[in-house]
Nanobody, 114 residues
């Protein structure tokens, strides 16, 4: 399983970014996927997840601002981020679990300036 994340960058507060995560080596359409983030000196926390059936879950701090989605044909996971805040600054990782093993993308840096 390989996960390749991209789309991070530097934006001003209030701006938007779209993260992408290209997946290979798994049956993408039947796997739950998620985005996590890790700020400097902090633990890696769940941002949003999406099941095979499309059910989504968001951490409270991003509700109404972030949207997780996936394209089963392109085998790609997305995180649309609007209304970005400085506290959203972190390295963002895509994640899936297969046969009890965790798989992580390489991370993409998101920096929000005030």
């Amino acid at each position: 399983v390989q996960l390749q994340a991209s789309g991070g960058g530097l934006v001003h507060a209030g701006g938007s970014l779209r993260l992408s995560c290209a997946a290979s080596g798994l049956i993408f359409s039947i796997n739950s996927m998620a985005w996590y983030r890790q700020a400097p000196g902090k633990q890696r926390d769940l941002v949003a997840s999406i099941t095979a059936g499309g059910t989504t879950v968001y951490t409270d701090s991003v509700k109404g601002r972030f949207t997780i989605s996936k394209d089963n044909v392109k085998r790609t996971l997305f995180l649309h981020m609007n209304g970005l805040k400085p506290e959203d600054t972190a390295v963002y990782y895509c994640h899936t679990k297969l046969r009890g093993r965790n798989y992580w993308g390489q991370g993409t840096q998101v920096t929000v300036s005030s």
